[in-house]
């Protein structure tokens, strides 16, 4: 699909500015978390094809736009899911999405990866005029600390550790819960760049971490029939000092039901700084096409122990 180098209201960015906006996103951090590491892996790693918009009257009006914001969805167009980030001090520029109708096209269904809750309320003040938001909510956890003192338990003889391939992640990909918002080579692509371990036993694949193309740990999984080994916990341990010491501030969504997961990454030293929420924005009178994961989406530690 061609890409459109200017909107109504945003401007396509080039590579070789896209070190400044890590520059003005780092002044609000952890707000600006997530949008900022996925900037960071795609100069560094490059595991997805994102195209990066910033308003015309940049950085007056501080809002920042990616596309795709999620790797997979039902028509695969490229304009049709999208991620964003203003400072919570300026989130009536927010509106000038409202005004774009030349990268977004208000009267189909578009998807919304996960956003700062403040950002996504301003959107659905202006969107219930135009339909309903269907959505998700995740509670972002982020590792403040240092992980050298971690205490590396050792693994039972009778399993290991090792590095994932990409021919693991078709049968991780059946597995995650929001395998229709991410597509399968963006998984294969993961392993090949970034951190991502199993734990298996007797040769077989028991759990599984991940980090993801916007810095999160995320995929975090254990077999049922293995829960209850601290699998989970060793994986989140070695991910966590593995993302640091890459550079990259770790954490995770974690949905705010999700007991398990937030009594483990607390444990670790994890904190909850804000709410971020997944949404499929859909217009009144259009035919349902798509619709978000019912169960955890890419909000992570399912299963852990």
């Known amino acids: 699909?061609?890409?459109?180098?200017?909107?109504?209201?945003?401007?396509?960015?080039?590579?070789?500015?896209?070190?400044?906006?890590?520059?003005?996103?780092?002044?609000?951090?952890?707000?600006?978390?997530?949008?900022?590491?996925?900037?960071?892996?795609?100069?560094?790693?490059?595991?997805?094809?994102?195209?990066?918009?910033?308003?015309?009257?940049?950085?007056?009006?501080?809002?920042?736009?990616?596309?795709?914001?999620?790797?997979?969805?039902?028509?695969?167009?490229?304009?049709?899911?999208?991620?964003?980030?203003?400072?919570?001090?300026?989130?009536?520029?927010?509106?000038?999405?409202?005004?774009?109708?030349?990268?977004?096209?208000?009267?189909?269904?578009?998807?919304?990866?996960?956003?700062?809750?403040?950002?996504?309320?301003?959107?659905?003040?202006?969107?219930?005029?135009?339909?309903?938001?269907?959505?998700?909510?995740?509670d972002v956890y982020v590792f403040e600390d240092s992980p050298m003192d971690f205490n590396m338990d050792e693994l039972p003889s009778d399993v290991e550790m090792c590095r994932l391939k990409p021919q693991h992640m078709q049968s991780i990909h059946n597995l995650y819960p929001a395998n229709d918002m991410e597509c399968v080579d963006v998984f294969e692509k993961l392993v090949s760049e970034l951190p991502a371990y199993g734990i298996f036993s007797s040769g077989e694949l028991a759990a599984w971490m991940v980090q993801s193309y916007y810095g999160a740990m995320f995929s975090m999984q254990t077999k049922p029939e293995f829960r209850r080994k601290g699998y989970g916990i060793h994986l989140a341990k070695y991910l966590t000092k593995e993302v640091s010491e890459r550079g990259y501030k770790p954490f995770v969504v974690i949905r705010p039901e999700n007991d398990a997961s937030k009594s483990l990454y607390t444990k670790l030293g994890f904190k909850k700084?804000?709410?971020?929420?997944?949404?499929?924005?859909r217009p009144d009178n259009h035919e349902q096409n798509g619709t978000l994961s019912s169960e955890n989406g890419e909000i992570e530690a399912v299963g852990v122990d």
Request: net charge negative.
């Open 1 to 138: 699909m061609e890409i459109v180098s200017e909107g109504r209201n945003f401007r396509l960015l080039q590579e070789e500015e896209l070190p400044a906006i890590l520059d003005f996103l780092e002044k609000y951090l952890p707000d600006s978390l997530k949008f900022h590491q996925t900037i960071k892996t795609y100069l560094n790693n490059r595991v997805w094809d994102f195209h990066f918009y910033v308003s015309r009257n940049w950085p007056v009006e501080p809002v920042c736009l990616h596309f795709p914001g999620c790797t997979s969805t039902p028509n695969g167009r490229l304009y049709e899911s999208f991620s964003v980030f203003c400072p919570s001090d300026s989130l009536e520029s927010i509106d000038l999405i409202r005004e774009e109708d030349i990268l977004i096209d208000w009267t189909r269904p578009l998807f919304l990866n996960f956003t700062h809750s403040s950002i996504v309320d301003r959107i659905e003040e202006f969107y219930k005029n135009m339909g309903t938001l269907e959505k998700v909510h995740g």
């Open 273 to 281: 700084n804000y709410q971020m929420i997944r949404a499929v924005l």
